[in-house]
């Protein structure tokens, strides 16, 4: 059985840091994709962060150069670190799985099987 649990929501200030964990386990193989994606009251849910099977690191204009995903070498646990947070990055913040997903559709929340149950990150002062 897949399970992904995010951890390390918060309140923080604009301009602070968190660093968000997510404990993945059931998965097999090194062919899964992992990624980040978001949802702000009212709005849909939106790509942040994915890193590839080669390691390759994606990330939407909106958080690039602010925010930075990593894995674990057991690919056990994913991690999104953000800093200079904007009260616009509030929002419950979700990661996800796939095994079979193409490189063109990393973006694409409807090609991803395995989701986490989210964390909330409040960015206010």
């Known amino acids: 059985q897949v399970q992904l649990v995010e951890s390390g929501g918060g309140l923080v200030q604009p301009g602070g840091s968190l660093r968000l964990s997510c404990e993945v386990s059931g998965l097999t193989g090194s062919r899964y994709v992992m990624a980040w994606f978001r949802q702000a009251p009212g709005k849909e849910r939106e790509f942040v962060a994915a890193?590839?099977?080669?390691?390759?690191?994606h990330y939407s204009d909106s958080v690039k150069g602010r925010f930075t995903i990593s894995k674990n070498n057991a690919r056990t646990t994913l991690y999104l670190q953000m800093n200079s947070l904007k009260p616009e990055d509030t929002a419950v913040y979700y990661c996800?799985?796939?095994?079979?997903?193409?490189?063109?559709?990393?973006?694409?929340?409807?090609?991803?099987?395995?989701w986490g149950q989210g964390t909330q990150v409040t960015v206010s002062s």
């Open positions: 890193i590839w099977r080669s390691g390759t690191q």
């Open positions: 996800a799985a796939d095994s079979s997903i193409i490189l063109s559709s990393i973006r694409r929340e409807d090609q991803y099987d395995y």
